[in-house]
């Protein structure tokens, strides 16, 4: 009899073992993402959430498009998953994927992924005590369960990532050792390091407490990062490594303060066979201002921007700390990770910068992250309320409405759990308290106001929703390019308006040209301002142009007529304005100015000299004009179009330029949307990838003519001759 009752009790403890399988299927993301280009799809199912930032919920699959970034997080271990696809679109993923981590992170997916089933199994081996540990403890007061080593170092090198990776451009390289993993996206496993290029993202995660991580490197790159950086939370990321780093030695040390049983629990375990230390405060609200990212990131382009506080880390690639906010670019991407469970994330913003995000996101796990930010947002502050990730009983309403308005705004408000009551105010005030308005319809406001509210079920309140709605005074009538800049930036959308389309004629100088005359569509694009030296003030958008001989020059006084609008931060006359030349300037003859580091291109800002660059490809956006990046020692630049030598454009491909490769081009400084770039570029040389290391006797190239454009036309400029296109002279 106590065999027979010995095989029951191992049977159930068996049981009580097995891993749980959370499965995800296409009808989870029902109705969401964008065909073709991909937006946000995301799932939670039994603490598990899967996210990916470009995909697409099919007839036949959820589509997860190349060059996306893909997370799967859970509150416990994620022993494996599997990957079920269909068409043969399995996104360069393995079927079967080991993690032994409470995250999986793809930061750019390789190719296309059309996923039938995602099963994700939770568990793995031993509890939250020790073997040998009290068996008696229910499992309910554990934590975390553990997996070791939850304390001492675990040391990478070179050797973990043998094989993989891309020389020069880099593609991923992964290693898992005791539950700790490193990721770089831009990564190649060379002979003397694991290298990792300039731009790429870092990510090391592990299923207990980050001590620190002490990076060695050699030849000193560094990739920007510190010798010892002081984590405390369970991941590390870096969205934007600042230069390349060759890492001999990242060695990541577990452990921290703190037990892992519950209050109330069984005090005699002993502390240090807890994994996962807790960060105060476990529960409460942690809160960002802009004077936790003082001096840090760039001006207009921005750079990366990070602060830790109690446990909790935010990251953006692309901002820079103004005077009035937190400004984050447009497509930078942001992270916010805790060390235990974000319940949810308020985001607050000044002038209508948003970047496209709820002003409250609903988290409930330990990171939120956004890929791609669709415009520019300015934070004053970011609130994250970390806790228990149950939902609540009542779900907070939704207040909608126009956050900008001009005359006035309609004001809806809808919650999400059925057979409740709205309340809601005006002034500032609690909802929750007597003299809140109940909600029957939607209603208008014409004035400023602060809207907050809350939904009653008959026994429990919801949490407080909050939004500022603001009446933009209108700004008159424009007469100067500032006040005609400050006009079309205040219209809420790309394209609309200023004042239904009110056309104005405004005087100023040209300062810069952003696209040559067209003799193809007969328009020809530049920026003015209200001084000569004024820099670039608003744009005339595709302005209507008869002739080459027509184009104003940089210097020419001109009186623009057209209607104001923007297109994403850039303040422009709408395409189809007209101009008159009020005085012309004095033309300025263009001068090569020689070879040139990237770094000094970009402190140029002339629009008339020409210089030559030469630097690694580091990507190609568009095969047909020649869309890359081009990066140095120094900088990288963005090169919007290579014609050829002889000046043709959509010819890229004749020049068989391919990442990797060393190119060289004659090039003419421009901008757009406020970031300095090249455009049609002229194509000079270049050498393959695989011939780099060969040395070159520059003394025995053989020196090329120069081209550049003058008013529209191809002038070729060898020995100090000038010709035309046709080889004559010109004078």
Not at 502 to 517: D, L, N, R
Not at 642 to 664: C, H, I, M, P, Y
Not at 680 to 702: G, M, P, Q, Y
Request: overall charge negative; charged content about 15%.
């Amino acid at each position: 009899m106590k065999k027979f009752f010995s095989f029951i009790a191992m049977m159930l403890f068996a049981g009580s073992m097995m891993a749980e399988v959370v499965t995800f299927t296409k009808e989870d993301f029902a109705g969401q993402g964008t065909a073709n280009s991909g937006s946000e799809v995301t799932a939670t199912k039994n603490g598990v959430t899967f996210t990916f930032s470009k995909g697409y919920c099919a007839d036949e699959s959820l589509r997860c498009y190349a060059h996306g970034a893909l997370s799967i997080t859970a509150s416990s271990n994620i022993q494996k998953i599997n990957f079920t696809t269909t068409g043969g679109k399995t996104g360069g993923l393995d079927a079967e994927v080991t993690v032994n981590a409470t995250s999986y992170t793809v930061a750019d997916l390789a190719s296309q992924a059309r996923f039938t089933e995602i099963a994700v199994t939770l568990g793995g081996e031993g509890g939250g005590v020790e073997p040998g540990g009290n068996d008696t403890i229910p499992s309910d007061t554990i934590v975390t369960p553990p997996v070791l080593p939850s304390e001492g170092a675990v040391t990478f090198t070179k050797e973990d990532f043998a094989g993989q990776g891309t020389a020069n451009t880099g593609s991923e390289v992964s290693a898992t050792k005791n539950g700790v993993t490193f990721t770089f996206s831009k990564g190649y496993c060379a002979d003397e390091s694991l290298r990792c290029y300039a731009h790429g993202a870092l990510s090391i995660t592990a299923s207990s407490n980050i001590q620190k991580i002490n990076f060695t490197t050699t030849g000193g790159k560094t990739g920007g990062l510190d010798a010892e950086v002081t984590v405390n939370a369970t991941s590390y990321t870096v969205a934007d490594l600042a230069s390349q780093a060759r890492f001999t030695e990242i060695a990541v040390t577990l452990g921290g303060e703190g037990g892992g049983v519950e209050p109330g629990g069984n005090d005699t375990i002993p502390s240090d066979t807890i994994v996962t230390p807790p960060v105060l405060p476990s529960e409460g609200a942690v809160t960002f201002t802009k004077e936790d990212f003082a001096g840090q990131g760039t001006a207009n382009t921005g750079s990366e921007v990070s602060a830790t506080k109690n446990g909790v880390t935010f990251t953006f690639s692309k901002g820079y700390c103004a005077d009035e906010s937190l400004r984050c670019y447009a497509h930078g991407a942001l992270s916010i990770t805790a060390s235990s469970n974000i319940q949810k994330i308020n985001f607050t913003t000044t002038g209508g910068k948003t970047g496209g995000l709820d002003a409250e996101v609903i988290v409930n796990a330990t990171s939120y992250t956004v890929a791609d930010l669709a415009s520019q947002a300015r934070f004053t502050e970011i609130v994250v309320t970390l806790g228990s990730g149950e939902a609540p009983a009542v779900a907070t309403p939704v207040i909608s409405g126009e956050e900008s308005f001009e005359q006035s705004t309609e004001i809806t408000i809808t919650c999400a759990t059925e057979e409740t009551q709205i309340y809601y105010t005006l002034d500032g005030s609690d909802p929750r308290l007597e003299g809140a308005e109940s909600y029957a319809a939607p209603f208008t406001l014409s004035e400023t106001a602060t809207v907050k509210a809350a939904a009653y079920d008959g026994t429990e309140w919801s949490d407080v929703a909050e939004m500022t709605f603001t009446k933009i005074e209108p700004l008159g009538d424009p007469t100067t390019c500032a006040e005609a800049r400050e006009a079309a930036l205040s219209v809420s959308a790309n394209n609309e308006l200023y004042n239904n389309g009110a056309e104005y004629t405004i005087e100023g100088y040209v300062t810069s040209i952003a696209t040559a005359y067209s003799s193809q569509y007969n328009n020809i694009t530049f920026w003015m301002a209200d001084a000569a030296n004024g820099g670039n003030v608003l744009e005339a958008f595709r302005a209507v142009c008869a002739s080459a001989d027509d184009a104003p020059i940089v210097g020419d006084k001109v009186a623009v007529t057209g209607s104001l609008t923007k297109y994403n931060s850039t303040p422009e006359f709408a395409a189809g304005c007209t101009f008159t030349i009020l005085e012309h300037a004095t033309p300025v003859e263009p001068q090569n100015l020689g070879e040139k580091t990237i770094a000094e291109f970009l402190a140029l800002a002339n629009t008339v000299d020409t210089c030559i660059l030469t630097g690694i490809v580091d990507s190609i956006a568009n095969t047909t004009y020649g869309n890359l990046f081009l990066t140095d020692a120094t900088a990288t630049v963005y090169v919007y179009g290579v014609l050829t030598a002889e000046g043709a454009n959509k010819q890229f491909a004749s020049l068989d330029v391919e990442v990797g490769d060393q190119l060289t081009i004659l090039a003419i400084y421009n901008v757009y949307n406020n970031a300095p770039q090249v455009k049609n570029a002229i194509f000079v040389s270049r050498v393959k990838a695989a011939d780099l290391h060969t040395a070159i006797d520059n003394t025995a190239v053989e020196t090329k003519a120069v081209k550049l454009i003058e008013n529209g036309k191809l002038i070729i400029i060898k020995n100090g001759v000038r010709y035309d296109a046709q080889g004559a002279l010109v004078r």
